[in-house]
């Protein structure tokens, strides 16, 4: 029994150690092309006094432990410093008209009646009454204040705005936090869900069959025949909105495996993405096939995005775990929130943070093997590893660079490429709170991140 023991504790060290995420490739050597009005630029902000549960007293998502004076500050300042603009209006009116001329509808900006969709992920939110204590959902806080800042600052109606998961559902304290607000805008915002959790104000999804998914695989279930919602396929407008945490299978679970909750597979009759399990995750080899890049690539998904958002402010162990402190985050709530309009560089961003905590933190243990093969997919998806053929709409058109990847230098200074002025990859850009109700909450920035006091880029700071 002694040798026993004693075989099983190395094997099981050589076995974690063996398994840690290592990049395949180096530092700051960016691959993709770049997105955004200002390429291939991330926003992160974060501060402490937006996070202030003791872990027992309530529930995380009660407004005692959650600021919304703060939310509402950090969602304008990650907005204003992602455009490079001055106000809430001009910077929404910045996104939208840059989307507009990209897809090549002139330049305009948002039209009265033009309808957006925003997809947060809900995968803990299974049943009617899914929101248990602790539980790792999204913030209604940050939802509110995106909802708020498109009516009050993008002139969207609440009308025209709708809030979906297909397969899951959309608890009470999101959608009482929205309508909560007497305003008819915040009470004709529409959430769609998994059909079986419909009722209570929340409408089912309904797929649309004329703009299926064509996964580059041809051993996926339902080829050509994968469904995504009708209030997808029917807005002008998607709003991406990912929660920042590791995940058993996927290595990490961020931007692109949010749409893991908008596939229909007839052959199942059910919103599911099952069968899409082995054709990602963090076991794949640097060169396989990887169905996230289908789904950010789809014209009706990525191709409609107007902004990624990672909401960060209560970080978790994975998918199916309560919320934690991370030990990176100053052993506390990661109070963070994450933004920009390249798909490929915010998750990269997110998992240079997440296998940083990983590393630190023995309870974080999922951030391993190749959680990063989607991002080397999707930033050379017109000549990927795999030597796959992306085409997810199925029209014989492949897939152009879906943006670009990089790993930072090191977890101290987290600098990438346009950051050090050596590459065109990812810019990571932290605005100054200055403004805000505490002092620059900078404990976990290292040396020389720069942060910005304007959207205009002006440096006010730089730690030493």
């Known amino acids: 029994m002694s040798v026993m023991a004693v075989w099983w504790s190395l094997s099981v060290t050589d076995n974690d150690s063996a398994a840690a995420f290592t990049p395949t490739d180096p530092p700051n050597s960016p691959i993709g092309v770049a997105k955004g009005i200002h390429p ?62 990209t897809k090549g509808f002139g330049d305009i900006g948002y039209q009265q009646g033009e309808r957006i969709v925003i997809k947060p992920n809900m995968n803990q939110d299974r049943t009617v009454d899914g929101w248990n204590k602790g539980r790792g959902l999204p913030s209604p806080h940050l939802v509110y204040s995106l ?143 990887n169905c996230l890049v289908d789904l950010i690539g789809h014209k009706h998904l990525g191709g409609k995005t107007l ?10 162990r994975n998918q199916e775990n309560n919320v934690i402190k991370y030990v990176s985050f100053d052993d506390d709530w990661s109070s963070s929130i994450f933004a920009s309009q390249d798909p490929v560089a915010i998750d990269s961003v997110g998992l240079d943070f997440l296998r940083h905590e990983n590393i630190l933190n023995q309870d974080m243990v999922d951030v391993s093997g190749n959680p990063d093969n989607y991002m080397h997919e999707a930033a050379l998806a017109d000549n990927p590893p795999s030597g796959t053929f992306y085409d997810p709409e199925g029209d014989g058109t492949r897939l152009a660079s879906l943006g670009v990847h990089e790993h930072w230098n090191n977890p101290t200074d987290k600098q990438y490429s346009r950051n050090l002025g050596t590459g065109n990859g990812i810019e990571l850009v932290v605005p100054s709170l200055r403004s805000a109700d505490g002092p620059v909450d900078n404990k976990i920035l290292g040396k020389d991140m720069i942060i910005f006091d304007t959207p205009s880029v002006k440096p006010i700071l730089v730690m030493k």
């Open 307 to 316: 902004l990624y958002m990672i909401d960060g402010l209560y970080g978790a």
């Open 40 to 101: 291939g630029r991330v926003v992160w902000i974060r501060d402490s006094a937006a996070t202030s549960w003791d872990g027992s007293t309530g529930n995380w998502w009660d407004d005692n432990n959650t600021s919304q004076k703060v939310v509402d500050f950090m969602m304008s300042k990650v907005i204003q410093t992602l455009t490079g603009q001055t106000s809430d209006t001009k910077a929404w009116d910045a996104l939208f008209r840059h989307f507009n001329r």
């Open 147 to 289: 909802i708020d800042q498109l009516i009050k600052a993008a002139g969207v109606p609440g009308q025209a705005i709708t809030i979906c998961d297909a397969s899951r559902y959309i608890g009470d304290p999101i959608y009482n936090k929205i309508r909560s607000n007497p305003d008819s805008n915040f009470q004709n915002v529409r959430f769609v869900v998994d059909p079986s959790t419909a009722g209570r104000g929340r409408i089912g999804a309904k797929r649309d069959r004329n703009n299926p998914i064509h996964f580059g695989n041809a051993n996926i279930p339902d080829k050509g025949n994968v469904n995504i919602p009708q209030c997808y396929t029917q807005v002008k407008y998607f709003i991406n909105m990912a929660l920042l945490r590791p995940h058993s299978r996927g290595g990490v679970t961020l931007c692109a495996k949010n749409h893991f909750g908008s596939t229909y597979f007839p052959s199942r009759n059910d919103w599911t993405p099952a069968p899409l399990h082995n054709y990602m995750g963090k076991t794949k080899s640097m060169t396989s096939y």
